[in-house]
Each structure stands twice: as structure tokens, then as C-alpha cells.
């Protein structure tokens, strides 16, 4: 089965925009315990619907800033994180729906008005990196406000550390990657991005 979802409300925690969704989505294929009885893939749908702008063009041309780059971006990787946690098996998409700068897309996804690349697809790609053929194994609450999913894959084990909005800064228990790769020591105070703590 294949799942769309577009939404500009932020993901990754309990009861967020997407949780909802693929339960209404698949309603017809959970059982009465609960569980899902055919697998499914998040084939399109994007965390930055309407809210994607351009990126860090305003450090090179004048005009006024009209969205936070970093938001957007850790809204995209949200997202996917988010969709992973409820089941998708894969989720694959591709930059779209650019046409010329000025112009706006509320379905523009990974790039800018024109088509060149936004900050939000390297966050995908890192994003991308880290998590690798990693699957959801189980979501907890490390502490008050904090989301974390674990993921497994061949060899490797992801945790994907996700706070609340405007949630106290949160000291890392391990080493880690922000929301871009760069390496984060332990007992770094996060907040305001995912980050990525992986494991052999």
C-alpha cells in the first residue's frame, strides 16, 4: 500500500499530524488488537507543505527573509522520521514542483522556486546517511518533552532524538549528528533540531 501525506504541522512525537493520518489512512487493514495486516510505503508527501521558501538565497540577493532554512529543513527530516515510526517500509520522493524564482509552490518539495537545491535536502541526505536500511524497532520517552525512535538495520542501530517545540535544551547521552552530520560530542545540549545517535 502506498501513503501520501503533505502537512506543515511539525512531526515526531506522540499523537503528531502523522500519526493520525496513516492510522486513517489504513483504518481498513489494522486488526482488533491493533496491528497493521499489509505493509505499506510512504510513496509522496512532504513536512514543508506552504512553508518551504528559499532557502539561504536571502544572504545573496535582496530580498526579505521569509522562512527559517533550519526549521524548514528539520521539518522535512521530521517528517520522515515520523512516517518511519508509524511503519513505512521505505519512503522515497523526489524534488519537485519548481518552476521560476518568485513564483512559490505550497507542494515544492527539497528545492527552491527555480529548482536548485534547498537546505532541506541536505537534511534529507544526512538524514538519509545515518538512518541507512534502518527499520522502527520501538519508540520511548527518554524524558519529559523528549522523543526518541530506535531504528534497526544490517549492522547498525539509529536513535532519533526529537524534542517538542520551545522544549528545555536536552544534554545528548552519547556522541551524535546534528541535523546536517556534524559530529556532536556527548553531553552536547540540544533542542531545537532532530539529531542522530548511531551505533554499531
Known sequence: M??????????????????????????PLFDH????????WTTEGSGTNSRIANGIYRHTLPYARVEDAIETSDRQARYVAAALARGAGKIFYSMHSHTRFGSGNAWRSLVTDE????PSAAAHSAMAWSLGDAGIARRESPAVGVTSYLLKGAGHTVTVLALRPKHALYALPAGGFDLFGNRLPKGTLVGKTLVYLVTP
Open 2 to 27: 502506498c501513503h501520501h501525506k503533505y502537512t506543515s504541522d511539525l512531526a515526531g512525537y506522540p499523537g503528531d499530524t502523522v500519526e493520525p493520518g496513516v492510522r486513517s489512512a489504513f483504518s
Open 115 to 118: 529548482g536548485c537545491v534547498h
Open 33 to 40: 488488537s491493533g496491528k497493521r495486516l499489509k505493509p505499506f
